[in-house]
């Protein structure tokens, strides 16, 4: 289930890249990447509403990292993550929790580089500074922008979302032009490419939207 919507196993399997043919494949013949995906679905179908991730990039490759971060962006229960990664924190979460040793923790409302940027522009601070603080800087820098902290969070996702749109739809039209795709796969890739041009028009327009609020 995603966002209150039911979801059947298959189309699960379809969300992390195994269609309808590959679902019916053996187990031993999958590939690493594969085998990854396939052990992601078995706990996700599970529907469970916290999640605790420990460097979950660490192992992935690449396809299977988009997947996830895919399913992550929509993920409508509590997440916790443990990483090194700051590109994928920076797209996945909202929150720190910033470990300062001695057993402190700060509570830090915003991602990676929201936390790098709020240290780099603080004066030398005592460090049990109240959480207000930093939450104050945080809505100064997005009232700049004209948007809400969240309208700001949206923005960004979209850019990143209209980014990886673009890519698909120009592999895709590369294949055709290539002449790459089978001839019982032909309708299939049209129908494919068209739900791409549609989402990415949705996406441009309320791209363009938010944009409007910055001016």
Not at 140 to 153: P, W
Request: proline share 2%; hydrophobic share 35%; net charge negative.
């Amino acid at each position: 289930m995603t966002k209150g919507k039911i979801i059947s196993a298959s189309q699960l399997l379809e969300r992390f890249l195994f269609d309808a043919k590959k679902q019916y494949d053996f187990v031993e013949k999958l590939s690493g990447g594969e085998l990854k995906r396939l052990y992601l679905c078995t706990v996700l179908i599970q529907n469970p509403n916290f999640l605790i991730l420990d460097e979950p990039t660490n192992d992935l490759d690449i396809v299977t990292l988009n997947v996830l971060e895919s399913f992550l962006l929509d993920y409508p229960g509590c997440l916790l993550v443990v990483s090194h990664d700051r590109y994928f924190m920076d797209k996945i979460v909202d929150h720190l929790f910033v470990f300062r040793g001695e057993g402190e923790i700060e509570d830090f409302p915003g991602n990676y580089s929201d936390f790098r940027a709020y240290e780099d522009s603080a004066e030398p601070k005592v460090l049990n500074s109240v959480s207000t603080e930093k939450t104050n800087w945080k809505e100064k820098q997005t009232a700049s922008t004209g948007l809400s902290f969240n309208e700001q969070k949206e923005f960004n996702k979209i850019e990143k979302e209209i980014k990886d749109l673009e890519y698909n739809k120009k592999q895709i039209e590369q294949e055709f032009a290539d002449g790459k795709v089978a001839d019982d796969k032909i309708e299939a890739k049209a129908n494919e490419l068209q739900k791409i041009i549609q989402s990415l028009e949705e996406k441009e327009e309320r791209w363009f939207e938010l944009s409007s609020k910055m001016e």
